[in-house]
């Protein structure tokens, strides 16, 4: 190659399947010549890889795109993409909004990336082709860190009444277990200790493999049994697909890490059933015993909507006893934000104001309960994994079994180092410890 490598920005909103799908869309770009830059003025393409959750979430792209006119009037051959979510929901709405963009591409399209960017003209593509994308991508070669995403499964058929999700990813699938074998493998020579599962629904899991369909239990087993993979975690689960050997896989795996994402949303039976989430809060209190009984020290955390459609403040103090009864070590909370085309964008909302109120005592609680977990990991040994070198001389950080943020002061210490410490301190988002193994 003659010329200079192009170069690619790109931006990711939303969730870790989009962190997963920027990188395999950057490695995409990459055979055909592109080097990812963090300068968006020196790129020759911008991608925004965007997310359709929340409102706020979605007009991002609109506010982003608007901030990229006088660069793309400056220069006109600058490439501009949309992927993701909003791509899939609006498609080529897009486009008529903002003449800028010259590409429109779905969350199951990308691997038609590289032909989209060299095409003339304005082009979409929101299919959901019947070939596998990830069959039609390179192998996961260079390194990026001791730390990766894979998903091993897409799209969620649940269908909760608030949600975009079904619509944006479309129908649950699973990736065949020797292929996530496979781009496992590759990740591990390439350096990597830590592998996440991802998936909408990741819990579901049911891919092909050796014998009939595996679940998720059995693809965590078979991954541990990687050489060099020391730690596996998984996100996002639906407490209704939590199988039992799932749950055993948590006491008898010691790769599988103590900590778990249970999203419950709410604790209100009533708006449970009016978001469709086919379970009780008594139920979910009865798994949780039963996770815990597998893993004592596992760490719980969860995803909330106030002021869901009727939610009344009885239902919302349901929701605060149900936090009160399980004690998470982090929880995300959300106002609830209707979503064009869900079953619960028809009905009345809660006023604003209430809502905030709402958000704002859950948040509170949730904060108390992080805080109570940090403070209680002070004085015990754990175990981390160096992903960057701190901010301070001598300082590495990395993060625990439990997922919480732990610096180090360790000069000897080099990313992707997996040590055991001792916790000194509890910071509101991070842990302080000190080194004591080699
Ligand atoms: N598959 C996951 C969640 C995916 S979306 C699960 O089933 O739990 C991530 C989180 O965004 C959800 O857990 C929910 O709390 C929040 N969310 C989804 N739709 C929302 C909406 N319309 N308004 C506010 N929050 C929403
Ligand atoms: Fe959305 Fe999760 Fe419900 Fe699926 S299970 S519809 S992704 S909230
Ligand atoms: Fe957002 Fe799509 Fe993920 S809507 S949360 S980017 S699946």
Redesign the pocket.
Known sequence: MTDAAKKLFIKTYG?QMNVYDSERMAEAMGAKGYVTTEVLEEADMVLLNTCH???KASEKLYSDLGRLKPLKQARPDLKVGVAGCVAQAEGAEILKRMPLVDLVVGPQAYHRLPEMAEAKGQVVDTDFPPEDKFEHLPARKAYRGPTAFLTVQEG?D?F?A????PYTRGAEVSRPADRLLREARDLVERGVREITLL???VNAYHGAGEGGDWGLGRLVRELAAIDGLDRIRYT???PNDMADDLIAAHAEVPELMPYL?L?V?SGSDRILKAMNRKHTAEQYLRLVERIRAARPDILLT????VG?PGETDRDFQDTMDLVRAVGYGAA????????PG?P??EKTPVAAEVADARLQALQALILDQQRAAQAAMVGREVQVLYEKAGRKPGQMVGKSDHLMAVHVEDPAGKVGDLVRVRVSASAPNSLAAERISA
């Open positions: 969730c959750i929340r409102e969620c649940k909760c608030f949600c975009v999700v998936g909408q629904n996002t689960s639906h994402h999203p949303q969860s995803d909330f909507i869901f995300f909370s959300f106002k609830y934000s209707a979503r869900t619960a964008a």
